[in-house]
């Protein structure tokens, strides 16, 4: 089974200019998330789609971020104007329920690799 | 909201001695908790993880959990650490209030290195 893939893997831009992450998370999982990893700080959520509808953007900073998951598949993140202090890690992360017997709870995130980006 | 806190930020020990991560988290109702182990140069993979019952959780490659609900706790284990297990392990919890949803609130990550 493929994991989550994400790319670009590494990104440098300078600050006020625009980024875009990719995410294909894996074949059949309903749920997508995206967080961010600031070096020496764990995953923070940004985003969270079941199929193509947001469950949770409470942390998501809308008036520079973005997050589309239109055909309920694949998904991207956007940051437009990037700012210094999004240096970070981007997450990418899915999860299904099947074999938990349906509580949301129990879904396992599988993550990919993460999109490095630094803004300079 | 919860929130999670891992004592230790970087741990160094040799092989062969044995490995305690502590986890505490601030939130009064029922949770579900975590450990994530990230690897240099892999992804962030599972485990191990609590939902109910025998509070000692048992996960991959020798790892271990004990959730101690009075103490708000959720400590890693591992009797005899190897090299291989140098990597950052991250402690993170669900809680169930938000039905809905299935997010993961994680700790900062302590990063061991084992040194051989």
């Known amino acids: 089974e493929a994991g989550v893939a994400q790319s670009p893997r590494y990104k440098i831009i300078e600050k006020r200019q625009s980024v875009a992450f990719w995410c294909n998370p894996i074949?059949?999982?309903?749920?997508l998330y995206w967080y961010q990893q600031i070096l020496g700080q764990g995953p923070k959520l940004l985003i969270q789609?079941?199929?193509?509808?947001?469950?949770?953007d409470s942390q998501l900073p809308k008036d520079r971020f973005s997050a589309e998951r239109l055909k309920g598949v694949d998904s991207t993140l956007k940051i437009q104007p990037a700012k210094l202090e999004d240096s970070a890690v981007y997450l990418c992360?899915?999860?299904?329920?099947?074999?938990?017997?349906?509580?949301?709870?129990?879904?396992?995130?599988?993550f990919g690799p993460g999109t490095r980006l630094t803004v300079t | 909201a919860q929130s999670v806190s891992q004592h230790n930020h970087h741990v160094i020990l040799s092989e062969a001695a044995s490995l305690e991560l502590g986890c505490n988290y601030s939130?009064?109702?029922?949770?579900?908790l975590f450990w994530y182990v990230q690897y240099p140069g892999q992804h962030l993979q599972l485990l191990l993880k609590?939902?109910?019952?025998?509070?000692l959780v048992k996960g991959i490659k020798g790892f271990e959990a004990e959730f101690i609900k009075s103490k708000f706790s959720f400590n890693l284990r591992k009797p005899s650490v190897q090299w291989s297990d140098t990597a950052e392990y991250f402690c993170a919890v669900n809680a169930l209030a938000k039905a809905a949803g299935n997010k993961l609130t994680f700790g900062g990550g302590t990063r061991v290195l084992v040194k051989p």
């Open positions: 074949s059949g999982h309903a749920t």
């Open positions: 992360a899915s999860s299904s329920p099947h074999g938990t017997g349906g509580n949301p709870s129990h879904y396992e995130q599988y």
């Open positions: 939130y009064g109702g029922t949770v579900n």
């Open positions: 609590y939902f109910s019952g025998d509070p």
């Open positions: 789609f079941q199929n193509n509808g947001v469950v949770d």
